[in-house]
C-alpha cells in the first residue's frame, strides 16, 4: 500500500468519524464518559434528575437546582386515563403491542395541546421578563404578553386553569418549593413572581380566579433554573413516561383484547346522513 492509498484511507476514516459530531459522550473499549465524566464516578452519585440535566446542560447542577428539576419532573408523572397519552397507552397494550410500543404511541400525541403548556408557559414569562427588561412595569408588561399570547394562540393560556381541578393541588406545593430556594438564593424568584403576576391578572374582574397549574408551574421552575422553553416539552415527555409505562405494564397485566375509548355497549354519535342505496 502506497502512501497515498494510507493518506487517502485516513482521511476517508476521519470522514467517517466527523459525520457524527458530539459534545455528549465519548467512548472507546472499555471506557464511558458523558461530558468528560466517567460513567463509573457518576454512578451512585448523581441522580436520574441531575443526570438529565448534565446531559442537557453539558454541567452538573448544584444539589438545589437538582432537587428543584426533580421535583418538577416527579409531579407531572401520571394524571390517569382520561389523559389522552395514557389512554393511548392502555389501547395499546391491549393490540398486543409490547411496552415499547405502547410508549411510543403515547408520547407520540404529547403535542402543542396535550404536552405543550409547559413549553408555551415559558415562553410567555420569558416574554414578561423581556418586556420589564425593556422598561415597561410588570402590570403592563404581563397585559401586553397576555394580549400577544392570546392573539397567537386564543383566549387559554397555558399553565393556567384546569378543567378537572379548581385549584390543582400539585401547583402550590412547587410554587413553596420555588419560594424556598429563591430565599436560599438557589434561584432568583422572578419567574415565580411573573407567573403570580399572571395569575392575578388572568382572574381579575371575575367571580372564580383562574389558579395556575401543573404545567405553570413546572414552567416557573424550568425558567427559573434557566432551561430554553422547547425543552420544558421534553422535560415533560421524560416525566410524563412513567406515568404512560406504569399504565401501559398494569394494561398488560390486566389483560383485555382491543379496548377502545369506551365500553363496546355504547356506540359513537352518527350524524352523517340517513341510510340511502347506491343507484344502479
Keep these: ?14 470522514a467517517s468519524q466527523d459525520w457524527w459530531r458530539t459534545e455528549i459522550i465519548d467512548m472507546k473499549p472499555g471506557e464511558i464518559r458523558y461530558r468528560g465524566y466517567p460513567i463509573e464516578q457518576l454512578i451512585g452519585r448523581v441522580s436520574f434528575a441531575q443526570m438529565i440535566w448534565l446531559m442537557l ?25 382520561q389523559a389522552p397519552s395514557i389512554a393511548i397507552a392502555r389501547m395499546a397494550a391491549t393490540c398486543g403491542v409490547g411496552l415499547n410500543n405502547a410508549m411510543a404511541s ?20 420569558q416574554d414578561v421578563a423581556r418586556r420589564i427588561d425593556a422598561g415597561a412595569s ?22 393556567f386553569g384546569h378543567r378537572f381541578h379548581p385549584l390543582d393541588p400539585r401547583a402550590p406545593r412547587l410554587l413553596e418549593l420555588v419560594d424556598a430556594a429563591a430565599k ?9 413572581g411573573i407567573a403570580r403576576a399572571v395569575e392575578a391578572a388572568l382572574g381579575a ?7 395556575m397549574n401543573i404545567d405553570g408551574a413546572t414552567a416557573v421552575i424550568y425558567a427559573e433554573l434557566g432551561f430554553p422553553a422547547p425543552l ?17 405494564w398494569e394494561q398488560t397485566q390486566q ?26
Design 184 to 192: 436560599d438564593g438557589v434561584v432568583s424568584g422572578r419567574f415565580a
Design 138 to 159: 410588570q402590570d403592563d408588561a404581563v397585559a401586553a404578553a397576555l394580549q400577544e399570547y392570546r392573539d397567537l394562540h386564543g383566549k387559554f393560556v397555558s399553565g
Design 255 to 280: 389483560g383485555g383484547r382491543n379496548k377502545g375509548p369506551i365500553p363496546r355497549q355504547f356506540l359513537w354519535t352518527y350524524d352523517g346522513k340517513p341510510q340511502r342505496d347506491v343507484e344502479v
Design 232 to 248: 420544558a416539552r421534553g422535560l415533560f415527555c421524560l416525566s410524563r413516561s412513567v406515568g404512560i409505562l406504569s399504565h401501559a
Design 205 to 211: 374582574g371575575r367571580s372564580k380566579p383562574i389558579p
Design 57 to 81: 446542560r453539558g454541567e452538573l447542577p448544584a444539589r438545589r437546582e437538582g432537587e428543584l428539576l426533580d421535583a418538577a419532573l416527579m409531579a407531572a408523572v401520571d394524571h390517569g386515563p
Design 106 to 125: 403515547a408520547v407520540n400525541v404529547l403535542g402543542d395541546v396535550h404536552g405543550g403548556a409547559g413549553e408555551q408557559a415559558v415562553e410567555l414569562y
Design 1 to 14: 500500500m502506497t502512501t497515498e492509498d494510507k493518506k487517502a484511507m485516513d482521511a476517508g476514516q476521519q
